[in-house]
Nanobody, 120 residues
Framework: EVQLQASGGGLVQAGGSLRLSCAAS????????IGWFRQAPTRAREGLLC????????YYLDSVKGRFTISKVNAKNTVDLQMNSLRPEDTAVYYC?????????????WGQGTQVTVSS
């Protein structure tokens, strides 16, 4: 099991940037994948992108391509989500999650969410 701690959310104006961090601890090794998800009020949780040591980053949501990037800081066992050109529709609770490579996202380990609010 992987324990995850997300941080970095806040309030930002449209067009601004935020950087979220996800600190992982516990049963981490090179075979795990960290992903970022978000859930806005009245909407289902949606996957944004993920990263693994062996396969790099993978985008799940076209609307964040070119604006969001994911990076892994191995020395700190942290995965960062850099969010640029934020839009009001990016307002949501953002979650990081971990899964074993090849297992999909049916039963990941979840971190607590961090609120991101983008004002127009």
């Amino acid at each position: 099991e992987v324990q995850l701690q997300a941080s970095g959310g806040g309030l930002v104006q449209a067009g601004g940037s935020l950087r979220l961090s996800c600190a992982a601890s516990g049963s981490t090794d090179d075979d795990y994948v960290i992903g970022w998800f978000r859930q806005a009020p009245t909407r289902a949780r949606e996957g944004l992108l993920c990263i693994s040591s062996s396969e790099g980053s993978t985008y799940y949501l076209d609307s964040v391509k070119g604006r969001f990037t994911i990076s892994k800081v191995n020395a700190k066992n942290t995965v960062d989500l850099q969010m640029n050109s934020l839009r009001p529709e990016d307002t949501a609770v953002y979650y990081c999650a971990a899964t074993t490579r090849g297992s999909g996202w049916n039963h990941p380990d979840w971190g607590q969410g961090t609120q991101v609010t983008v004002s127009s």
